[in-house]
């Protein structure tokens, strides 16, 4: 049941990611500075995959790897950083809420300790009317005894 529905929410977030890497390679091809940060996340996110890759499988690793052309590390850097930046807001958002939850839940647990305190207030006093009571009731038996003995 679980599987299903996290697939569910993977797809979702890779469907909101599309516009965001489509406004962002839209924005590194007008703006050059954007542009020269962009290249070079591209650039190093593709050696790092090339690499971490060629480890993994056991192939050797002394091989240069080859750059990408610049609008292939353009895209590459923009489709990493929107999925980073949607990730990132999932992510704060996912723990918003965990924070708004634990808040709420922190509050019951305060609520149900002053219930507790309140009921077990309420109990000492019943139980202090209550030996009270009897204490006046083994009165009422000593001094009904001493009549009856006299």
Known sequence: MVLPIVKLVILLARQITRPVIHRLSALAKRNRTFRSVIVPIGQGYHSMDLTSQSKLFGVDTQTRVEPLS?????????????????YGVSASFLLYEYHKSSRKEKIKAENRQNENVELQGKIQEYWEITEAEIEQLRRKIFELEAKHRS
Do not use: H, R, Y
Request: proline share 0%; net charge negative.
């Open 70 to 86: 610049t609008d292939e590390a353009m895209n590459l850097g923009s489709k990493l950083l929107g999925e980073v930046l949607v």
